[in-house]
């Protein structure tokens, strides 16, 4: 082990040697560019051109330069040629030599921040930089990069100017006010654009976006080309006159920041900035690398974010958490606390590459537009979520404030606030999308095109949608059934769990059906629950049984299973959910079978379970109550042995049996029939009991009261008897 450490130490000696000698050749030098390094790309004139001093027009440039040199205000372009040109000309030549000096490390003042007058400087000098791109027709780039563009092509123009400036083989006459007056005396056609001669550069006042405009600009033709232009010019060496910017536009591309660089980028060493602005493409190392490392933090939290998202929509089921119907709002607002980071740090993202680190030509565009369409998608999406909440939000407050506190009144209300909430936030979404595909440049005629997609689209397959939406509107304006109520819509029964703008929802006994809006709207609706003028926790459902009754029973029975059935409906604390003052007990005459105990009652339950159980509740206890009524009639038959003074005490003797038990009353007894082996006593009781089973035990009891009364009077219950006649048949001899 000794010896491999020792056998590393030459390679770590090695690797320091070269580090060291790295980090003295990148020692900080007096400027990032010395002078002589910048004046070894200028030259002069070449031998044939007529040097700018020397053009009709230098008096002029001067005069117009003098009068830019106080006063930041103003307008760039005018009514002939030669003022817009030569305004353009020398205000830029002003912005690029303030540029060139307020990026020179010797003008910093001391500390970390700039000083107040170094400050206004750099705004004096964006202000006029803002005054001469406002000469450029600019229309034809997106509107998502125009003003970018154009700063680069106002800058490339200015480069392309020095050059023709410099090298024109022959006297530049550009057309004056006075000129363009002369040609009009003379009966020729107004001049509407005018073209620098032995270039591509154009002034016109013909403006798409302004068509009384009388000043001349430079045509867009101009500027979408000017790109070209300086590709053919850019490695000519710069001629030495006093309004050339040689080095203006490649400090613009190749520095962060605007015009100037940022304080603490000029305070770097120089060596350091030497590496960190090797050109890539087009941008810098620094550029370069600075846009990858944000870059990758906002896709890191983007789709962190985004997770945090999704997880918002996991099945509640799947994780055993019922999400409660109150705490959707917090569930909506949590997915607009999500997004909304999105959306700003898309933007701040956008801007941070944009204006600090200052990437121009082709990367900057693609990123301009990854960033406006990731902007506008989220944007799109956070106004759906934010409409979406603010309904949720708003449906609970209305329910709070109509007294309710149920969670089927909140889906009442949420069913009618929700879909106008979704239908404004998807809107909302539609318009920022047509904005975004005008902002990446795509005509207004084709996004009219686009916009009539959606109709076509309607009038061609779209139809029963509409009739569905229309339909529901119907549903929700007149109301025929509601949330939670129990209804019937053709041959669905069930319940009312959700009504949509396209269908509703019907929660039958089997599975859940999907209604369209419009079958829903045309179809015959029978609704069984009742709506009170004061809210519910439920709905009060309507609940209807028939009973087939045995034929055997009598006036007394009927009467008291109507009695007891109506004590039955009216006993809270038998059958829980029930509403007795709307309840209805009676009786039918079904022709050929028999008579039908026919109940309605109120319920105010939600739900299949509720309303099963509820039915099955009722219907045991009423089949309970059947058998009771069936026990109310008791016949007891003495033998005819029985004196007729015993005869007469039978009836007493029974009452007083049957009334021993404080649960049990004797209605009537009597002697109803003599048959063929018994007088035969009727009695007729009524109970108070609850419990079937005690009133079982009651009638249990009450037979042994019976046997043991008439046992101990000596009066006998006859065995049932029948005589039978044997006759012989002899036959004849």
């Known amino acids: 082990m000794v010896e491999r450490r020792r056998s590393l130490h030459p390679w770590i000696k090695r690797a320091l040697v070269c580090a060291l000698a790295v980090v003295v050749s990148l020692l900080p030098t007096l400027g990032l ?85 170094r400050r206004e400087q750099i705004e004096d000098t964006n202000l006029l930089f803002a005054l001469a791109v406002k000469s450029l027709d600019s229309s034809h780039f997106p509107e998502s990069v125009r003003s970018d563009m154009a700063d680069e092509a106002a800058i490339q123009l200015k480069t392309v100017l020095d050059y023709v400036f410099s090298h024109s083989h022959q006297p530049i006459l550009i057309p004056s006010i006075a000129d363009l007056k002369s040609s009009g005396d003379q009966g020729s056609d107004p001049v509407a654009s005018w073209r620098l001669p032995g270039t591509a550069i154009e002034l016109t006042t013909v403006l798409d976006s302004d068509t009384n405009n009388q000043n001349f ?7 979408s080309s000017i790109h070209e232009m300086y590709e053919e010019i850019q490695n000519q060496p710069s001629v030495n006159q006093p309004f050339a910017t040689p080095y203006f536009y490649k400090d613009f591309i190749f520095t962060p920041g605007y015009l100037v660089p940022p304080k603490w980028y000029l305070m770097l060493p120089a060596g350091i900035r030497r590496v960190i602005e090797i050109p890539i493409e087009g941008q810098t190392l620094f550029q370069v690398g600075c846009a990858f490392v944000v870059f990758t933090l906002y896709l890191l939290v983007i789709f962190w ?86 309904g949720r939000s708003g449906a609970e407050l209305l329910t709070r404030l109509r007294g309710g506190r149920s969670t089927l009144q909140l889906q009442r209300i949420s069913n009618l606030v929700m879909p106008l909430s979704r239908a404004g936030g998807l809107l909302v979404a539609i318009v920022l999308i047509y904005r975004l595909l005008l902002l990446l440049g795509l005509p207004a005629s ?81 609704n069984y629950s009742r709506r009170d003028s004061f809210l519910t926790p439920n709905p009060r459902q309507g609940m209807e ?147 079937q089973n005690d009133f079982e035990d009651s009638i249990h009891r009450l037979h042994q009261r019976f046997i043991k009364v008439l046992g101990d009077n000596d009066i006998e219950i006859p065995f049932p008897s029948q005589t039978l006649f044997v006759e012989s048949l002899r036959s004849e001899v």
């Open 545 to 691: 049984l028939r009973l087939q009754l045995p034929s055997h029973f009598s006036p007394f029975q009927l009467e008291e299973l109507l009695r007891q059935s109506r004590l039955l409906i009216e006993d809270p604390e038998r059958l829980h959910g029930l509403k007795p003052e709307s309840s209805l007990v009676s009786l039918d005459n079904d022709s050929g079978d028999g008579k039908t105990l026919i109940v309605f009652v109120l319920v105010e339950l939600h739900g299949w379970p509720a309303y099963l159980n509820m039915r099955e509740t009722l219907l045991v206890q009423l089949e309970e109550l059947l058998e009771r009524i069936d026990l109310y009639e008791i016949t007891i038959g003495v033998s005819y042995s029985t004196t007729s003074e015993k005869l007469l005490r039978v009836p007493d003797l029974l009452r007083s049996a049957v009334n021993y038990d404080p649960d049990l009353h004797c209605v009537a007894c009597r002697l109803l029939k003599i048959s063929a082996c018994s007088y035969d006593h009727e009695i007729e009781i009524s109970s108070t009991h609850r419990m």
């Open 217 to 223: 600009y430079f045509s867009s033709y101009t500027v």
């Open 446 to 526: 084709t996004v009219l095109a686009f916009s009539a997609v959606p109709g076509l689209a309607i009038g061609l397959g779209a139809s029963k949608l509409l009739g569905n939406l229309f339909a529901g509107l119907s549903i929700q304006t007149d109301r025929p059934l509601r949330v939670g109520e129990f209804c019937q819509i053709g041959d669905n029964l069930g319940f009312v769990t959700k009504i949509g703008l396209r269908s509703l929802e019907l929660q039958t006994l089997e599975s859940t059906v999907k209604i369209p809006n419009s079958v829903a709207d045309e179809a015959t609706i029978i």
């Open 305 to 390: 974010l985004i997770g945090q998202l999704i997880t918002t929509y996991r099945d509640s089921e799947s994780l055993q958490i019922p999400v409660s119907d109150w705490l959707q709002d917090n569930i909506a607002w949590t997915r607009v606390l999500v997004i909304l980071p999105i959306v700003l740090l898309t933007y701040l993202t956008d801007q941070f590459i944009d204006n600090v680190i200052n990437f121009t030509g082709l990367p900057l565009v693609l990123a301009i537009y990854f960033f406006y369409i990731v902007f506008y998608l989220t944007a799109s999406i956070f106004v759906f979520y934010l409409l979406e909440a603010i």
């Open 33 to 117: 560019r010395s002078a002589h390094a910048r004046s070894a790309d200028v030259v002069a004139a070449p031998p044939n051109a007529i040097p700018l001093q020397e053009q009709p027009f230098y008096p002029s440039l001067q005069e117009i330069s003098s009068s830019w040199t106080d006063i930041v205000l103003g307008q760039v372009v005018g009514e002939s040629p030669k003022v817009t040109l030569l305004n353009f000309y020398a205000v830029m030549a002003k912005v690029g030599h303030r540029a060139d000096s307020l990026g020179q490390q010797a003008t910093l003042d001391k500390g970390l921040f700039s000083s107040k007058e």
